[in-house]
T-cell receptor, first 113, second 115 residues
Framework: AQSVTQLGSHVSVSEGALVLLRCNYS??????LFWYVQYPNQGLQLLLK??????LVKGINGFEAEFKKSETSFHLTKPSAHMSDAAEYFC???????????FGAGTILRVKS | DGGITQSPKYLFRKEGQNVTLSCEQN?????MYWYRQDPGQGLRLIYY???????QKGDIAEGYSVSREKKESFPLTVTSAQKNPTAFYLC??????????????FGSGTRLTVV
């Protein structure tokens, strides 16, 4: 069964610094991978997704992620953090027709001024 | 604008009571889902429905029930059998099961608290 591991339940960066949120997946077949963002007491918003096209995926708000099959990773990055990026981020995976979206435990990003 | 509407945003329940959370979508999506969110545990699937009048249990269905009488609506009932119902509940939808690469669209959630 597919699964997702997000390394680090909390990440803290300074405003203007690089954001790196880690996600590793387990799957024996190429997956569909997603990053979602959640602000307090709100639903999840899709940031970006990998669907076997380009391995470097660009999303909204300046975020991007790179699919690395050899490392089974799909880390989320942003060159320069903004205060408005403070939120919780979820990595998710689907691998097979009929299977459901499986989420990681989430990473809370804190941006310091 | 198309989207998913969850209501109410906040809900308080006395122990022993059943409560129903509403989820309505106007995206013309076939599939709908209910997730429960607890701090540090990510999202866990409660129930899902791929077509009208059909639904399946997810990973944590005990103490919950659903119905899917209309394509647009997928209400979730939290019964008195659910021992720890305090959580944030999220409803989602997707075009259909064959288009998983499209991802899910989420509602804004309902926070349920047992008092």
């Amino acid at each position: 069964a597919q699964s997702v591991t997000q390394l680090g339940s909390h990440v803290s960066v300074s405003e203007g610094a690089l954001v790196l949120l880690r996600c590793n997946y387990s799957s024996s077949v190429p997956p569909y991978l997603f990053w979602y963002v959640q602000y307090p007491n709100q639903g999840l918003q899709l940031l970006l997704k990998y669907t076997s096209a380009a391995t470097l995926v660009k999303g909204i708000n300046g975020f991007e992620a790179e699919f690395k099959k050899s490392e089974t990773s799909f880390h989320l990055t942003k060159p320069s953090a903004h205060m408005s990026d403070a939120a919780e981020y979820f990595c998710a995976v689907i691998v097979e027709y009929g299977n459901k979206l499986v989420f990681g435990a989430g990473t809370i990003l804190r941006v310091k001024s | 604008d198309g989207g998913i509407t969850q209501s109410p945003k906040y809900l308080f329940r006395k122990e022993g009571q059943n409560v129903t959370l509403s989820c309505e979508q106007n995206l013309n999506h076939d599939a709908m889902y209910w997730y429960r969110q607890d701090p540090g545990q990510g999202l866990r699937l409660i129930y899902y429905s791929q077509i009208v009048n059909d639904f399946q249990k997810g990973d944590i269905a005990e103490g919950y029930s659903v119905s899917r009488e209309k394509k647009e609506s997928f209400p979730l009932t939290v019964t008195s059998a659910q021992k720890n119902p305090t959580a944030f509940y999220l409803c989602a939808s997707s075009i259909d099961e064959s288009r998983q690469e499209m991802g899910y669209t989420f509602g804004s959630g309902t926070r349920l608290t047992v008092v």
